[in-house]
């Protein structure tokens, strides 16, 4: 018997192990972009891109480093919490390349994280956001299940995630997961824990036009935020890596 897709009106859903083996639209596979190991030690202030790009990243105050998976295989801790003042010292801030290589423009672009957190809702990595211009895109949980956003310079919008889905889909569990998020030529994708037994993806059919924000890339939460109308959505979790690729 063959894999079984289901399709809902926000996409399609394919369960389990069976995530890598059918052939739904083809998934961004492109250059690196940046690749953040998050591998410093604790008196470490600038978070080091290992793709080669030299996209450096500045370590809030409150975000903690340094901690062991084994051996040379470190994360960061951020301190949250979702509904915090405005403090920049709670994010690490990758500033914007002007040549736009840290934005999807108009190309396939993807985002992969590794995390663990046992918060609800949090933004974890995101560039730009609502009424900034430009387009942005962001990565966040929603009730504990994975949404990945993107947003045209129009916009137009084309989001996907696991939100009122399966018990089981919800990543709040304070167990680490990999999470996956990207916009293709023919729609976006998300999935998470690939390769493993617990791997599921969904994808949202729509054509996006371009993304380029003069905004920094956010780990941990959103910069423009305050307390009266726009909450800063601050990670609280602990994160092993983040890798962009594009085209």
């Known amino acids: 018997m063959g894999v079984v897709v289901r399709k809902a009106a926000w996409g399609y859903i394919v369960p389990a192990a069976a995530v890598l083996a059918l052939a739904l639209p083809a998934a961004a596979n492109g250059a690196v972009m940046a690749d953040w190991q998050m591998n410093e030690t604790s008196k470490a202030n600038g978070m080091t891109d290992s793709s080669g790009n030299g996209f450096t990243?500045?370590?809030?105050?409150?975000?903690?480093?340094?901690?062991?998976?084994?051996?040379?295989?470190?994360?960061?801790?951020?301190?949250?919490?979702?509904?915090?003042?405005?403090?920049?010292?709670?994010?690490?801030?990758?500033?914007?390349?002007?040549?736009?290589?840290?934005?999807?423009?108009?190309?396939?672009?993807?985002?992969?994280?590794?995390?663990?957190?046992?918060?609800?809702?949090?933004?974890?990595?995101?560039?730009?956001?609502?009424?900034?211009?430009?387009?942005?895109?962001?990565?966040?949980?929603?009730?504990?299940?994975?949404?990945?956003?993107?947003?045209?310079?129009?916009?137009?919008?084309?989001a996907i995630g696991f939100v009122g889905g399966l018990r089981e889909y919800k990543l709040d569990d304070g167990q680490w997961h990999t999470l996956r998020c990207e916009r293709t030529a023919t729609g976006v994708r998300v999935t998470q824990d690939a390769g493993t037994p617990d791997a599921v993806t969904k994808f949202k059919p729509g054509t996006l036009g371009n993304i380029n924000n003069s905004r920094p890339f956010f780990v941990g939460g959103k910069l423009d935020c305050n307390r009266e109308g726009v909450t800063c959505d601050f990670f609280k979790g602990d994160l092993d890596y983040v890798r962009v690729e594009k085209g």
């Open 57 to 158: 990243g500045d370590i809030g105050n409150e975000v903690r480093v340094g901690f062991s998976l084994g051996g040379d295989n470190r994360y960061y801790s951020f301190p949250g919490p979702h509904f915090a003042p405005y403090n920049p010292e709670k994010l690490v801030l990758v500033p914007d390349d002007p040549s736009g290589s840290l934005d999807p423009g108009t190309s396939p672009y993807a985002v992969t994280i590794r995390f663990r957190t046992t918060a609800e809702k949090p933004n974890i990595v995101q560039k730009g956001q609502n009424n900034v211009g430009g387009g942005f895109w962001k990565l966040v949980l929603k009730s504990g299940w994975a949404r990945c956003h993107y947003e045209d310079s129009t916009g137009k919008m084309n």
